[in-house]
Nanobody, 120 residues
Framework: VQLQASGGGSVQAGGSLRLSCAASGSTVKTYAMGWFRQPPGKEREFVATISWSGRIAYHADSVKGRFTISRDDTKDTVHLQMNNLKPDDAAVYYC??????????????WGQGTLVTVSS
């Protein structure tokens, strides 16, 4: 499984970004897909995850109501729509894939990360 994240950039507080993660591999449609982020000088933390079917999704409390994860299996892509961005959301965002849905950063496969900066 290979993952390619994109969509990061610089926005002002209150702005929006949409991250995308393109996945390749014959079994990726059966995998849960997640987003994690790592702020400068901090540990990697859970942001959102979605089951292989798309029917189950979890979001971290810090992003609930502002971020939405979704997946498009016709394109083997998972998205993270981020609205009302705050300076605390600034981080490198990573997409990940694993056979098991979870919120811990122990996914089997990881993308390269995409940088999000938010100015106040």
């Amino acid at each position: 499984v290979q993952l390619q994240a994109s969509g990061g950039g610089s926005v002002q507080a209150g702005g929006s970004l949409r991250l995308s993660c393109a996945a390749s591999g014959s079994t990726v449609k059966t995998y849960a897909m997640g987003w994690f982020r790592q702020p400068p000088g901090k540990e990697r933390e859970f942001v959102a995850t979605i089951s292989w079917s798309g029917r189950i999704a979890y979001h971290a409390d810090s992003v609930k109501g502002r971020f939405t994860i979704s997946r498009d299996d016709t394109k083997d892509t998972v998205h993270l729509q981020m609205n009302n961005l705050k300076p605390d959301d600034a981080a490198v965002y990573y997409c990940a894939a694993d056979p098991i849905l979870g919120t811990s950063p122990n996914y089997a496969y990881w993308g390269q990360g995409t940088l999000v900066t938010v100015s106040s």
